[in-house]
């Protein structure tokens, strides 16, 4: 199995930056591309921003050119540095992982999901 854990999350004000992590651990034979997804209340889950294996990205409308993805390959990572927040940046945010993982002589891929971390903008 894959485990993904989330750090980073937090109260600030308007303006203000964060940065989230998020490693993986497990019995991973390679990383094809890890994300960030968030969740309001009464919304539905959304893409945030997305890094592949090659270091491509992809973001939002809403974060593009406030939010920047980010990896570290040797240690199983994914970043996401938040700048210029707006409330309704207010969420839960996931990170997420599109795995190859390796089981018994085979290597099954998969989607792992971390535990979401609460980041709250508010004055």
């Known amino acids: 199995q894959v485990q993904l854990v989330e750090s980073g999350g937090g109260l600030v004000q308007p303006g203000g930056s964060l940065r989230l992590s998020c490693a993986a651990s497990?019995?991973?034979?390679?990383?094809?591309?890890m994300s960030w997804y968030r969740q309001a209340p009464g919304k539905q889950r959304e893409l945030v921003a997305r890094i592949t294996s090659g270091g491509s990205t992809d973001y939002a409308d809403s974060v593009k050119g406030r939010f920047i993805i980010s990896r570290d390959n040797a240690m199983n990572a994914v970043y996401l540095q938040m700048n210029t927040l707006k409330p309704e940046d207010t969420a839960v945010y996931y990170c997420n992982a599109d795995v190859t993982t390796y089981y018994s002589g085979r290597f099954p891929t998969g989607n792992y999901w971390g535990q979401g971390t609460q980041v709250t903008v508010s004055s």
């Open positions: 497990g019995s991973i034979s390679s990383i094809r591309s």
